[in-house]
């Protein structure tokens, strides 16, 4: 089956992406028995987003209400990003991380040394009803998997208001020139063509990651390529284009005045507002939205970054957080259960319940909940009609730190795109050094 033909069968349901690319954190000791035969479990959760504690939470009240003999203790005490990162590969190598916790998928997985610290559940049922590329993300050698999926997947792109777009006669675009002609419409309106967020400055990478998917259609293998040193941003004239096309926006004056102090927050609520037409996003950011605007959220559409041709247009996915257990708990089979239920229709209610409807589930048998918004089934198309792709982060180890800043600087006219380009191929030596990677 393709990487998308069971995000065709799984798409119907919807959930929360565990942020694009964010490692939680968390402290937790382990599991034990209660004097009256329950099974008690501990899961290792991060501090760091409360909507992932809050689907955790979800996850476990809905689970021990159907199992009342195995209690989980949610512990979220820890740090975030690299603090959690060398707790969990200290506790794993020490076995002290407990019977679960929750992890990115994709690469960053493989820094755990999966095969030899991760309990292996190829073999349970519920493994064949995952979407097929989450199951890839998940995997290590020779067949094994370790994680369900604690969350939904989640594209990266462009959010547009509504509204503007039906005020001023625009149609979605499915090509980059039709894309920089509806920002020139929007820009004569006296409004703000395309909101940017430096002050968070990893908001700057949102377009240039995004633009991954044209990569990916024109080779299919360029991720590996990319992983072997046989494939560069600045030498390849489609890769280059994730930093040119910031340039072109940034040349051409469509940025929000502010958008050197302007935050997060801000940009969500200048495009539900309609005081910006276009914002690069991440569609996992809704559940901030329903906090920030909630009177706007049907007026909130998403589209792709497109390329140059509308025949190959297609969305970038980022895919959820999962659960995973070490190899050694001691509870394998209560941890078998509980990840079948994370990986059920029951499951997906949970996370919804917690977090809303934010994005494609990636579990056979879950259903799309009536109130879908906007966003959520602006998306459906794209995985529907198998328009999608991984972000490179998913199919390469390679992220150098330098990215963000590299583009701060050439959405703000400091730095060409092609320098960017080619120094941020510079940056990447030597993490993918430090990795002991074949080429490098």
């Not at 020139?177 to 990478?205: C, H, L, P, R, Y």
């Not at 080779?219 to 941003?233: L, R, V």
């Not at 706007?296 to 995973?324: C, K, M, Q, R």
């Amino acid at each position: 089956m393709s990487q998308v033909s069971r995000s065709r069968k799984s798409v119907r349901a919807v959930g929360l992406m565990a942020a694009a690319a964010i490692a939680l954190t968390g402290c937790s000791g382990g599991g034990g028995g209660g004097e009256d035969g329950t099974v008690e479990l501990t899961w290792l959760q991060g501090s760091g987003v409360q909507t992932n504690i809050d689907i955790a939470q979800s996850l476990v009240d809905a689970f021990e209400a159907e199992n009342p003999d195995i209690k989980i203790k949610v512990d979220s005490s820890g740090g975030a990003g690299s603090e959690y990162d060398n707790l969990l590969k200290t506790r794993l190598a020490t076995g002290e991380v407990g019977d679960m916790f929750w992890y990115n998928s994709g690469s960053q997985l493989q820094g755990l040394n999966p095969d030899q610290t991760l309990l292996n559940v190829a073999d349970e049922p519920w493994v064949e009803d995952l979407d097929e590329t989450f199951r890839s993300v998940v995997s290590g050698s020779d067949g094994a998997v370790f994680g369900a999926p604690a969350g939904s997947a989640g594209t990266g792109g462009i959010l547009y208001n509504v509204p503007v777009y039906e005020e001023l006669g625009l149609e979605v675009p499915t090509t980059w020139d039709e894309f920089v002609s509806n920002s020139d419409a929007i820009k004569a309106a006296g409004k703000t063509a395309v909101q940017m967020t430096f002050a968070d400055t990893w908001t700057a990478q949102i377009l240039t990651l995004s633009d991954f998917y044209n990569v990916y259609k024109s080779d299919p293998e360029w991720a590996d390529k990319y992983t072997a040193n046989e494939a560069k941003f600045a030498t390849d004239p489609v890769a280059v284009e994730g930093f040119t096309k910031l340039q072109e926006l940034a040349d051409g004056g469509y940025f929000n005045a502010d958008f050197a102090s302007a935050t997060l927050d801000e940009g969500l609520v200048a495009v539900a507002s309609g005081e910006a037409g276009h914002y690069p996003m991440f569609t996992a950011l809704y559940s901030t939205l329903k906090t920030l605007a909630p009177d706007d959220l049907e007026d909130i559409g998403y589209f792709s970054v497109p390329g140059d041709d509308a025949a190959d247009n297609g969305g970038t996915v980022w895919y959820p957080a999962a659960v995973y257990a070490p190899k050694d708990t001691e509870h394998p089979e209560a941890v078998k259960k509980f990840m079948a239920f994370v990986a059920s229709p029951a499951g997906c209610d949970a996370v919804i319940e917690a977090s809303g409807v934010t994005g494609p589930m990636l579990v056979d048998g879950c259903e799309l909940p009536e109130d879908a918004p906007r966003m959520v089934t602006d998306m459906y198309p794209y995985f529907d009609e198998e328009r999608v792709a991984p972000a490179l982060e998913f199919l390469s180890p390679i992220k150098g730190p330098a990215l963000e800043q590299l583009l701060v600087e050439v959405g703000s006219g400091i730095r060409s795109a092609e320098d960017a380009a080619a120094l941020y191929d510079q940056d990447v030596e030597k993490q993918a050094q430090q990795l002991g990677l074949d080429g490098w």
